[in-house]
């Protein structure tokens, strides 16, 4: 039994009724991805606490996650009816709204949670994100640069920044961006393949050629995977299916690699990997 359902088994059997036993249990088959049980879960809590937002919100982000926005947009809005200051259903509401393509309207949601929870690096990344979706870069990299001030360590503001500055031309910025993020996620094919691409087209061939031959290695299945297919014997696990890439995905990479290799352009004494 994970963490989360002890948890809840033990708020079950302390409190049944409670609506905090409600959104523990609906956390807990959030986590098994059953999303249908999650939501009832949490439109029990929502009943047993007229006054509370935060099931409503959770209702949300669950319809959000399975692409069910009109849902998620009801969800949120309730939330919002109960407590107007509850920034996860700002947050919630903004993205539901940048994927319906209401992309200014999602960067006033984002704006307003991240002013409500000012602390959250979360908040400003999607913020960060939504503002150089409508065109704001400035702006963008400062919300981003906020996120990574909130919290050094994390990644992914450094990655949208990284994004940013790739969309406005600065690929040697981008590089240095993605390099500083590749320290702490060195496996992560999709990041290796961007930093390719960059070193490509700022003429550092050879780092090119480091960073895809290590993206295709990434990819590669690994023991226990046959083919590119999950093997039925032992040692063939949902976690390394999951971790290998797809057919399409290697022979992208071999082919930003074989386009390296281009007589004119390759340096010398690179060793360039096609597998």
């Known amino acids: 039994m994970s963490e989360l359902a002890a948890v809840a088994a033990a708020a079950h059997a302390f409190e049944p009724a409670a609506a905090g036993t409600w959104v523990v249990l609906g956390n807990a088959f959030s986590a098994r991805r059953d999303g249908a049980r999650a939501r009832a879960y949490f439109k029990r809590a929502a ?9 409503a919100a959770l209702a949300g982000h669950e319809a959000s996650s399975v692409g069910d926005l009109d ?3 009801a969800h949120f809005q309730e939330a919002l009816r109960r407590d107007p200051r509850a920034y996860a259903a700002w947050h919630g509401l903004g993205t539901v709204l940048f994927r319906q393509g209401e992309k200014a309207a999602a960067v006033g949601h984002y704006t307003r949670a991240a002013e409500l929870h000012p602390t959250s690096p979360t908040l400003r990344i999607y913020l960060g994100m939504a503002l150089a979706a409508v065109g704001r870069p400035a ?7 906020a996120a990574g001030e909130l919290d050094p360590g994390n990644p992914a503001a450094a990655f949208q920044r990284a994004q940013v500055l790739a969309a406005g031309g600065d690929a040697a910025g981008a590089r240095e961006a993605l ?18 691409r960059l070193c490509k087209k700022l003429g550092r061939l050879e780092e090119a050629a480091r960073h895809l031959n290590a993206a295709l290695e990434a990819l590669t299945p690994p023991a226990g995977l046959l083919g590119g297919a999950i093997a039925t014997g032992p040692g063939a696990t949902a976690a390394a299916a999951a971790a290998a890439g797809s057919d399409k995905e290697r022979n992208a990479v071999r082919a930003l690699v074989v386009s390296l290799s281009e007589p004119e352009r390759a340096p010398s004494g690179t060793r ?3 597998v």
């Open 179 to 196: 390099l500083a993020v590749a320290e702490r996620t060195p496996r992560d094919a999709g990041l290796l393949v961007q930093l390719g």
């Open 47 to 55: 009943e047993a606490a007229p006054g509370w937002a935060l099931p």
């Open 71 to 73: 849902a998620a947009a």
């Open 139 to 145: 702006a963008a990299l400062a919300a981003l640069d």
């Open 272 to 274: 360039l990997l096609v």
